[in-house]
C-alpha cells in the first residue's frame, strides 16, 4: 500500500492546530533545499546553521501569528525568507568589518592593548611629545605655525588658510614640508620616537 | 591574458532555481553552478533543528485586542 504523503498545506494547517509533528515534518521535508542554498552563499557551516535556525523562527513566528496566507508557496515563503536573512547578513558584515583570525598565525588580540598604559608607559610617551615639540621649534616659522594650528589646535586647513592670509594649498604645502623637515630633522638629530 | 567569469549567473537567477524548480532539478542546478558534488546530503545540525523545535514548543502567542500579539517563551 502506498504511503499517503501529506502536503504541505495539510502540514501547516495541523500545525497551526497545534500539532507539533507538523512542523517537524516541514523541517525535515526541506531542510536539505534550504540549507543548501544558505550554505553555497555564505560558504560557512556554522554561519549557515545560523541562517537557517533564524529562517525557521520567522516562518514559527509568522504562522503562529496567522499572518501566513496559504498560497500553495510555502517553500518559496521559506526561500525567500532565507535569502532575505543571507543578503542582511552581508549588509551587516559589510557595515561591520570583521578581523577573520581564523588563516594564519597572526593574531589580532597580541597586538591591542587591553589594559591601561603603565606609569613607564605614560613616561616614554611624554618624553617622545616633549622631543617632537623640541623638534618643532626648528621649523621655519610658517611650517610651525601650519603645524601647531593643525595638530594642536585641531584646525582645519580651510581656517588655517584664512587666518594665515593664504590659499589652502599653500597650507597644505607648508604642512607637508613641515613633516618632511621633522623627519630629517628626526634622522639627523638620531631621536627615537618609538614606545 | 584571457580573464575567465567566476560566475555566469546572477543572484537572482540563482534564487529563482531555488524556488522554482522541483528538488531533483535544484540540486542539480547548485552542483553545476557551484561544481559542488555531495550538496544534497549537507543539512543542518541536528542541535539547530532540535532548537527550532523547542522555540517552537515553548512558544506562545497571546492575541490582545490593543497590544497586537504578545509573544511568550517558556521553557
Not at chain 2, 35 to 48: F, Q, Y
Amino acid at each position: 500500500m502506498k504511503a499517503h504523503k501529506e502536503s504541505d498545506k495539510d502540514l501547516i494547517s495541523g500545525y497551526m492546530s497545534g500539532n507539533q509533528i507538523c512542523l517537524e515534518k516541514l523541517i525535515y521535508r526541506h531542510k536539505n533545499r534550504v540549507f543548501a542554498y544558505i550554505l553555497l552563499l555564505v560558504k560557512d557551516k556554522q554561519l549557515a546553521d545560523d541562517i537557517f535556525q533564524d529562517t525557521f523562527i520567522k516562518v514559527i513566528n509568522t504562522i503562529r501569528n496567522g499572518s501566513y496566507q496559504e498560497e500553495g508557496k510555502f517553500i518559496q515563503w521559506v526561500m525567500r525568507i532565507a535569502h532575505n536573512l543571507i543578503i542582511d547578513h552581508f549588509r551587516k558584515s559589510k557595515r561591520i568589518p570583521v578581523f577573520d583570525n581564523s588563516k594564519d598565525d597572526f593574531d589580532i588580540f597580541d597586538t591591542i592593548k587591553f589594559t591601561d598604559a603603565s606609569i613607564e608607559d605614560r613616561m616614554i610617551t611624554d618624553q617622545i611629545h616633549q622631543d617632537v615639540r623640541k623638534l618643532i621649534e626648528f621649523l621655519p616659522p610658517e611650517q610651525k605655525e601650519v603645524l601647531f594650528m593643525r595638530h594642536y589646535s585641531d584646525m582645519s586647513f580651510k581656517d588655517i588658510a584664512e587666518q594665515t592670509d593664504v590659499s589652502i594649498n599653500t597650507a597644505l604645502g607648508r604642512m607637508r614640508y613641515a613633516l618632511i623637515n621633522l623627519r630629517k630633522l628626526i634622522e639627523e638629530k638620531n631621536v627615537i620616537l618609538t614606545t | 591574458m584571457q580573464m575567465l567569469m567566476k560566475q555566469t549567473f546572477t543572484l537572482n537567477q540563482l534564487f529563482l532555481l531555488a524556488c522554482n524548480e522541483n528538488e531533483k532539478e535544484f540540486f542539480s542546478g547548485m552542483r553545476f553552478m557551484f561544481a559542488a558534488k555531495h550538496i544534497e546530503s549537507t543539512s543542518p545540525s541536528e542541535s539547530v533543528i532540535k532548537n527550532i523545535l523547542n522555540y517552537s514548543r515553548g512558544l506562545s502567542i497571546l492575541k490582545t485586542k490593543f497590544t497586537g500579539n504578545v509573544k511568550l517563551i517558556l521553557n
